[in-house]
């Protein structure tokens, strides 16, 4: 198998965007991104071409997607403070869309760089 490298890649996963992510490929694999912190390193590491999960998971367990939204909107009703979490690896207009909810229901926003 062949190791390809890309210089300057762009990483998208936290929002800072960094654009200077040299990554080694093997195959369908990442296996080296360097210059990335731990984050966007595990980001880039466990990303594939591949299709590695269902649409939705309920419980951690396969579901279709509208059976998934009714689970997640009872969740966000019976919540006393319900929190809209993550965030990363979606579109601007999915963010602005999370934003609005967390609003309709009185809720909070974060996402995962607080950890
Ligand atoms: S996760 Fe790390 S490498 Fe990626 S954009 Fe954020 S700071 Fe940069």
């Known amino acids: ?6 210089k300057d890649a762009t990483c998208t996963f936290c929002g800072c965007v960094c654009d ?3 990554l080694h490929t093997e195959g369908d694999r990442i296996v ?3 210059n990335a912190c731990s984050l966007g390193d595990a980001w880039f ?3 594939t071409a591949e299709r590695l999960f269902p649409d939705a998971l309920i419980d951690g367990k396969p579901a279709t997607l ?16 319900p929190l809209v979490y993550g965030l990363s690896n979606i579109t601007c207009e ?3 869309e999370a934003v609005a909810l967390a609003e309709m229901i009185g809720g909070v926003v974060d996402s995962h760089t607080s950890l």
């Open 45 to 47: 590491k466990n990303h």
């Open 1 to 6: 198998m062949s190791l390809n490298v890309v």
């Open 66 to 81: 509208d059976s998934a939204v009714k689970a997640a909107a009872d969740f966000l009703y019976d919540a006393n403070m």
């Open 20 to 22: 200077d992510i040299e």
């Open 32 to 34: 080296k991104a360097k």
């Open 94 to 96: 999915a963010q602005r």
